[in-house]
């Protein structure tokens, strides 16, 4: 089935925003995760987390005119009690293991829980941020990504750009469904029902586990 590219975000930042849990400093990666801002559950208490140093970042669609911006440079709104802060302190909070969970977009991923995120050989490309701490440092990495690249697979047996980290991915979760990698394939969490098991693994380089 063909999906929009809005719907394709759209479904996969409000599927993340399932992971979510009461309480929670979570750090969204540029990009589609910063979508997930916008479905957070009502009644839960999230604090998002940005790593260019603050915290208590809001919804997307109160940035308008701000002057605050994201890592990606993106206008972004923050909650009443956020706070700011030094690069120092905030690259000390993601690798002193304080951010429950983080969630970035990624080039490839691997059914050994490789990321690659940040280059592309001979491309210009912005660098890779703050991914390298954040797939380490936080207690949960969730990979948000649409499921291939114009077609092209995204979920390998094994990466073949240069990795972020090694078996450090928790979760993957795309317009298909929810993947988690377990060496010998994709424990498939669950699926879009819009797609069939079938349309999925042939989407899919690595073996799909029922």
């Not at 559950?41 to 809001?58: A, D, R, V």
């Not at 690069?87 to 829980?113: K, P, W, Y």
């Not at 795309?174 to 669950?190: L, S, Y």
Request: hydrophobic content about 40%; aromatic content about 6%.
């Amino acid at each position: 089935m063909e999906l929009s590219k809005e719907e394709i975000q759209t479904y996969i930042a409000k599927r993340v925003s399932k992971e979510l849990t009461d309480g929670a400093l979570v750090n969204l990666g540029i990009g589609l995760p910063t979508l997930v801002a916008n479905h957070v559950p009502e009644g839960m208490n999230i604090t998002f987390q940005s790593e260019n140093g603050f915290i208590g970042l809001g919804s997307s669609a109160e940035a308008e005119g701000n002057l605050i911006v994201n890592a990606g440079g993106k206008p972004v709104s923050i909650i009443s009690g956020g706070a700011f802060f030094d690069s120092a302190t905030s690259f000390g909070i993601i690798r002193g293991g304080h951010v429950d969970l983080t969630v970035l977009g990624a080039l490839e991923v691997d059914q050994e829980g490789n990321i690659a995120s940040y280059l592309i050989p001979g491309k210009m490309v912005p660098g890779m941020g703050g991914a390298m701490d954040l797939v380490v440092g936080a207690r949960q990495v969730v990979v948000a990504m649409q499921h291939t690249n114009k077609g092209k697979h995204k979920l390998l047996k094994k990466c073949t750009l240069p990795l972020t980290a090694k078996e450090q991915v928790d979760l993957i979760i795309t317009e298909m469904g929810v993947f988690k990698p377990v060496k010998d394939g994709f424990k498939v969490v669950e699926l879009n029902n819009v797609f069939t098991f079938e349309e999925v693994q042939e989407a899919t380089e690595g073996k799909l586990i029922p």
